[in-house]
């Protein structure tokens, strides 16, 4: 079996189409079947748009594709999921999906029927407003030459801080408690990313400068005390 996220999270790390074509021939070959998450599909940087491994030639009786309401739609609190895949595999997941926790709330359930079918314009318009605050924070980061990797997708972005001596959580904790900033340190996606910092891209801009301001207080303390 092949786990593909696409754009990743926690790295925003986009696959181009032309890997996801190497990885449907590799999968074809080696007979696995793709699990492929999907859910910052929608939420893209740049022209180059994600491409569903399960529309490659041969891939769509061994690809399971998971997506969500919830980022495309802003609709986190209404806990709408999906899964697209063989009629079996589909079949298996509803038996086993009855008798654990029973169908999505009713009104949740309008409420995607009803972003589904409204007009999508909206999601260009969320792609441009992330697209300004990521500008914003990503400026105020090769101010204080702090790595990170450019996302091609998702609200995020993945920062390595290990230039300041501290391990995340710390940084992270610091961070909150002297600027009122939070962040989420990397450790929360696995105990080797103790240098590495996840930042949110959901606040609105104005709020984005007021965070920079502040995070460039605590840098500069952390510089000044090294």
């Known amino acids: 079996m092949l786990l593909l996220v696409n754009p990743s999270n926690p790295t925003g790390a986009l696959t181009t ?3 996801i074509r190497e990885l449907s021939q590799l999968a074809i070959e080696k007979d696995l079947i ?7 599909s929608q939420l893209t940087f740049g022209k180059e748009k994600v491409l569903s491994i399960a529309s490659c030639q ?18 986190t609190g209404f806990r709408v999921g999906y899964l697209l895949g063989p009629p079996p595999f589909i079949n298996a997941v509803t038996k086993l999906k009855s008798n654990i926790s029973g169908p999505t709330a009713l009104f949740s359930q309008y409420a995607a029927l009803s972003a589904l079918e ?5 999601i260009k318009a969320a792609n441009q ?7 914003i924070m990503t400026t ?5 030459e702090v790595p990170y990797g450019k996302p091609g997708g998702g609200f995020f972005l993945w ?4 230039k300041f001596g501290l391990d995340a959580e710390n940084f992270c904790h610091q961070l909150l408690t002297e600027e009122r900033v939070l962040m989420f340190p990397g450790t ?3 105990e080797n990313w103790k240098s590495y910092v996840r930042i949110s891209l959901l606040q609105p801009k104005e709020k984005m400068h007021e965070a920079t301001e502040r995070i460039g207080a605590f840098l500069r303390k952390l510089l000044n005390n090294a």
Not at 159 to 162: F, K, W
């Open 17 to 19: 189409n032309s890997n």
């Open 34 to 40: 793709v699990i492929s998450d999907e859910v910052y």
């Open 58 to 75: 041969g891939m769509r009786d061994r690809t399971v594709t998971l997506s969500s309401f919830s980022k495309t739609y802003a609709m």
């Open 118 to 122: 409204g007009s999508q314009e909206d």
């Open 129 to 135: 407003i992330y697209a300004e605050r990521l500008r």
């Open 140 to 144: 105020a980061l090769e101010q204080y």
């Open 159 to 162: 920062a390595d801080i290990s």
């Open 188 to 190: 929360a996606f696995g």
